[in-house]
Protein backbone atom coordinates (compact mmCIF):
# COMPACT_ATOMS: atom_id res chain seq x y z
CA UNK A 1 0.00 0.00 0.00
CA UNK A 2 0.96 3.51 -0.37
CA UNK A 3 -0.34 6.20 2.01
CA UNK A 4 -0.66 9.86 0.42
CA UNK A 5 -0.67 13.49 2.19
CA UNK A 6 -1.52 16.44 -0.26
CA UNK A 7 -0.30 20.23 1.72
CA UNK A 8 -0.16 23.26 0.03
CA UNK A 9 -4.29 24.13 0.06
CA UNK A 10 -4.95 27.66 1.31
CA UNK A 11 -7.02 31.04 0.59
CA UNK A 12 -5.89 32.69 -2.28
CA UNK A 13 -7.40 35.87 -4.37
CA UNK A 14 -8.62 35.05 -7.86
CA UNK A 15 -5.59 35.38 -10.28
CA UNK A 16 -3.26 34.32 -7.91
CA UNK A 17 -1.40 30.90 -7.79
CA UNK A 18 -1.02 28.07 -5.54
CA UNK A 19 1.25 25.08 -5.70
CA UNK A 20 0.09 21.46 -4.08
CA UNK A 21 2.23 18.97 -2.86
CA UNK A 22 1.22 15.46 -2.18
CA UNK A 23 4.08 13.21 -1.07
CA UNK A 24 3.80 9.30 -1.14
CA UNK A 25 5.21 6.83 1.60
CA UNK A 26 4.96 3.05 1.88
CA UNK A 27 5.35 0.80 -1.35
CA UNK A 28 6.74 3.70 -3.36
CA UNK A 29 9.45 1.78 -5.02
CA UNK A 30 6.37 0.57 -6.86
CA UNK A 31 5.12 2.37 -10.18
CA UNK A 32 2.23 4.61 -9.99
CA UNK A 33 0.41 6.47 -11.39
CA UNK A 34 -0.49 9.77 -9.97
CA UNK A 35 -3.39 12.31 -10.16
CA UNK A 36 -5.11 14.99 -8.39
CA UNK A 37 -9.23 15.06 -8.29
CA UNK A 38 -11.30 17.85 -5.98
CA UNK A 39 -14.68 17.91 -4.58
CA UNK A 40 -16.61 21.50 -4.10
CA UNK A 41 -19.10 21.36 -1.46
CA UNK A 42 -22.21 19.87 -2.66
CA UNK A 43 -20.59 18.69 -6.23
CA UNK A 44 -19.31 15.48 -7.20
CA UNK A 45 -15.37 14.55 -6.82
CA UNK A 46 -14.12 15.43 -10.48
CA UNK A 47 -10.78 14.99 -12.27
CA UNK A 48 -8.30 17.76 -12.84
CA UNK A 49 -5.00 16.16 -13.64
CA UNK A 50 -2.91 12.79 -13.88
CA UNK A 51 0.80 11.91 -14.72
CA UNK A 52 2.40 8.85 -15.18
CA UNK A 53 4.75 7.25 -13.26
CA UNK A 54 7.59 8.29 -16.02
CA UNK A 55 6.14 11.57 -16.12
CA UNK A 56 6.20 11.49 -20.24
CA UNK A 57 2.23 11.54 -20.45
CA UNK A 58 -0.02 14.19 -18.59
CA UNK A 59 -3.97 15.00 -18.84
CA UNK A 60 -6.03 17.88 -18.19
CA UNK A 61 -9.55 18.21 -17.28
CA UNK A 62 -10.68 21.34 -19.93
CA UNK A 63 -11.43 23.40 -17.05
CA UNK A 64 -8.09 23.55 -15.95
CA UNK A 65 -6.27 23.47 -19.60
CA UNK A 66 -3.67 26.10 -19.51
CA UNK A 67 -3.79 27.38 -15.75
CA UNK A 68 -2.51 23.91 -13.98
CA UNK A 69 0.67 21.77 -14.39
CA UNK A 70 0.78 18.24 -12.85
CA UNK A 71 4.35 17.49 -12.43
CA UNK A 72 5.94 14.64 -10.02
CA UNK A 73 10.01 13.69 -8.65
CA UNK A 74 10.22 10.50 -7.97
CA UNK A 75 13.31 10.70 -6.19
CA UNK A 76 11.14 12.59 -3.50
CA UNK A 77 8.06 10.90 -4.10
CA UNK A 78 6.23 13.67 -4.63
CA UNK A 79 3.79 14.96 -7.00
CA UNK A 80 2.78 18.80 -7.75
CA UNK A 81 0.15 20.37 -8.99
CA UNK A 82 0.87 23.98 -10.10
CA UNK A 83 -2.54 26.05 -9.92
CA UNK A 84 -2.17 29.50 -12.00
CA UNK A 85 -4.78 31.99 -13.03
CA UNK A 86 -7.04 30.60 -10.32
CA UNK A 87 -10.73 31.72 -10.48
CA UNK A 88 -13.59 31.11 -7.49
CA UNK A 89 -14.90 27.88 -9.19
CA UNK A 90 -11.34 25.96 -8.83
CA UNK A 91 -12.96 26.36 -4.82
CA UNK A 92 -12.47 22.57 -3.61
CA UNK A 93 -10.87 20.17 -1.43
CA UNK A 94 -8.22 18.74 -3.62
CA UNK A 95 -7.29 15.19 -3.39
CA UNK A 96 -4.15 13.61 -4.41
CA UNK A 97 -4.45 9.65 -5.85
CA UNK A 98 -2.47 7.04 -7.17
CA UNK A 99 -3.04 3.60 -9.36
CA UNK A 100 -0.29 1.29 -9.53
CA UNK A 101 1.23 1.33 -13.32
CA UNK A 102 4.09 -1.75 -13.70
CA UNK A 103 4.51 -0.53 -17.07
CA UNK A 104 4.88 3.47 -16.17
CA UNK A 105 3.31 4.61 -19.12
CA UNK A 106 -0.47 4.87 -18.45
CA UNK A 107 -2.09 7.80 -17.04
CA UNK A 108 -5.67 7.79 -15.41
CA UNK A 109 -8.38 9.93 -15.12
CA UNK A 110 -11.22 7.80 -13.42
CA UNK A 111 -11.88 7.93 -10.25
CA UNK A 112 -12.59 4.34 -9.94
CA UNK A 113 -9.01 3.74 -11.77
CA UNK A 114 -7.11 4.88 -8.36
CA UNK A 115 -6.84 3.07 -5.77
CA UNK A 116 -5.32 5.14 -3.01
CA UNK A 117 -6.28 8.42 -1.69
CA UNK A 118 -4.96 11.16 0.42
CA UNK A 119 -7.55 13.22 2.80
CA UNK A 120 -7.68 16.06 1.08
CA UNK A 121 -6.15 20.15 0.95
CA UNK A 122 -8.60 22.63 0.99
CA UNK A 123 -7.87 25.66 -1.65
CA UNK A 124 -10.47 28.33 -1.51
CA UNK A 125 -10.23 31.51 -4.30
CA UNK A 126 -12.03 34.67 -3.45
CA UNK A 127 -13.10 37.00 -5.75
Known amino acids: QVQLVESGGRLVQAGGSLRLSCVASGRTFIRYTMGWFRQAPEKEREFVAG????????IYADSVKGRFTISRDNAKDTVYLQMNSLKPEDTAVYYCAASIDYSGSFVYSRLNEYAYWGQGTQVTVSS
Open 51 to 58: ISWSGGST
